[in-house]
């Protein structure tokens, strides 16, 4: 059991997830803040978003806790102090942009505090506080952050320094999906097509979507038309094929 150090009121130390608990322990700890929360459960219905938005602003409420909504194009001229739980999280995602993602969340969190002529600090919860995407981000140091993260993608050869492609195998069999998958990653292989790197098939954070399974195969390339002719083939092909879904994303975001 431990003791707030300003109000003097018992609480609980103990880890959880979501806003609403968050909301949860800040009224523990609290107890006579006005709190008010943000998210995508509150914004199911009609105009609360605008309603939270403009209660904290006038002044109604103490505290706004929120997802990454509360950070985004809001200026709450008011408010001198930010804090972000669990500001890394979106490093341990499978994704070339997960630390550009965790920056610009930084970044934009951190610049809702001291808006005004009122000076403003941030507290960041995080993992892995050397981490240059939690560093850079801040410092709100965009030029550096710039840097490094272009020189990581170069190493790695990731975008803009190559091409990449999804090509999405889905069908309501798993054992089909999977050796169709392998069967399309074999035979670009067998192409030998010059300078294209082929990753997987690897099965998708989301595996299964409405009684589909999925299986994902990244292409990373830098010609671009050679490439792009053989994945057209590979649709037309697909149509005549019943059972198997294939879909071609370039460029994709979430990846």
């Known amino acids: 059991m431990d003791r707030c150090p300003k109000c003097n009121?018992?609480?609980?130390?103990?880890?959880?997830?979501?806003?609403?608990?968050?909301?949860?322990?800040?009224q523990?700890?609290?107890?006579?803040?006005?709190?008010?929360?943000?998210?995508?459960?509150?914004?199911?219905?009609?105009?609360?978003?605008?309603?939270?938005?403009?209660?904290f602003s006038e002044h109604k409420a103490d505290i706004l806790v929120g997802t990454q909504m509360v950070a985004k194009?809001?200026?709450?001229?008011?408010?001198?102090?930010?804090?972000?739980?669990?500001?890394?999280?979106?490093?341990?995602?499978?994704?070339?942009r997960s630390t550009e993602r965790v920056f610009q969340l930084i970044t934009q969190a951190v610049g809702r505090s001291g808006r005004s002529d009122k000076r403003g600090e941030a507290i960041i919860q995080t993992y892995q506080p050397k981490n240059y995407a939690v560093t850079l981000g801040a410092a709100q140091d965009y030029e550096?952050?710039?840097?490094?993260?272009?020189?990581?993608?170069?190493?790695?050869?990731?975008?803009?320094?190559?091409?990449?492609?999804?090509?999405?195998?889905?069908?309501?069999?798993?054992?089909?999906?999977i050796s169709f998958a392998r069967e399309i990653a074999e035979n670009i292989k067998e192409?030998?097509?010059e300078g294209v790197t082929v990753l997987g098939p690897?099965?998708?954070?989301i595996a299964k979507e409405n009684k589909n399974y999925k299986r994902q195969i990244f292409l990373k390339y830098k010609n671009n038309a050679m490439i792009m002719q053989y994945l057209a083939n590979l649709l037309d092909i697909s149509k005549s094929i019943s059972g198997i879904n294939i879909k071609i994303i370039v460029d994709p975001y979430n990846v």
């Not at 009121?9 to 800040?26: A, N, P, Q, V």
């Not at 200026?75 to 669990?86: E, M, R």
């Open 144 to 177: 550096t952050f710039y840097k490094e993260e272009m020189m990581v993608r170069k190493n790695s050869q990731y975008p803009p320094y190559v091409y990449l492609v999804e090509v999405e195998i889905s069908s309501p069999n798993e054992d089909r999906t």
């Open 9 to 26: 009121s018992k609480y609980l130390s103990r880890t959880g997830f979501g806003t609403e608990r968050i909301e949860e322990e800040l």
């Open 28 to 55: 523990k700890i609290f107890p006579h803040a006005r709190i008010l929360r943000l998210d995508s459960d509150v914004g199911k219905t009609r105009n609360n978003i605008a309603k939270v938005v403009r209660a």
């Open 191 to 193: 192409k030998s097509f």
């Open 202 to 205: 690897v099965e998708p954070y």
């Open 73 to 96: 194009g809001h200026d709450f001229k008011d408010v001198t102090l930010v804090g972000i739980v669990s500001a890394d999280v979106g490093l341990t995602q499978p994704s070339f």
